[in-house]
């Protein structure tokens, strides 16, 4: 009977200490769901005018459609020609290898393009958007200079805003 309510006991405990853990990570997850958290926080601290509703509902299609367009991974080019670069490596043969070179270097360059035409044009959407109200965009630029307005721009994309 000990036993019984031994393991009973440690039983409950457990569901309780993994319910108390679920609703923790839930909070934190809830906490960091709103991708405009970052920049509502950088326009109280601008004295900007807060986001619209409209101005919020904008912006979160931007950046679902901006992260929709992102390639999950390497195309299938790069990733085949990666795989004939290093098979050239082990066959030895430096001509098929300087090839491949050639060829991965122009498919990351031509994804490059892609990537940064895309987030110029994600910014720049922002950035309208932003000038409806108040021009939040250029009370943000003046708060924290123009390094820090790319950033926070860069944030709303998923990324640091990094050059």
């Known amino acids: 009977m000990k036993q019984l ?4 006991t440690l039983v409950t405990v457990g569901i309780m200490f993994f319910s ?34 409209t101005q919020e509902e904008q912006l979160k299609t931007l950046i679902q459609a901006y992260r929709d367009g992102q390639p999950d991974g390497p195309s299938d080019a790069l990733q085949a020609a990666h795989d004939a670069y290093e098979a050239a490596i082990l066959a030895g043969d430096q001509a098929a290898a300087n090839a491949q070179a050639a060829v991965i270097a122009n498919l990351q360059a031509t994804a490059a393009n892609t990537r940064l035409q895309a987030e110029a044009k994600f910014k720049l959407d922002v950035i309208a958007l932003l000038k409806t109200n108040g021009d939040q965009a250029g009370l943000l630029r003046t708060k924290f200079g123009d390094e820090g307005f790319l950033r926070i721009l860069g944030s709303l994309a998923g990324g640091g805003g990094h050059r």
């Open 5 to 8: 309510k031994a393991n009973f």
């Open 20 to 53: 108390l853990m679920t609703g923790v990570m839930a909070q934190r997850h809830g906490a960091s769901a709103d991708p405009l958290r970052g920049l509502k926080k950088a326009l109280a601290d601008a004295g900007a005018l807060a986001l619209t509703t």
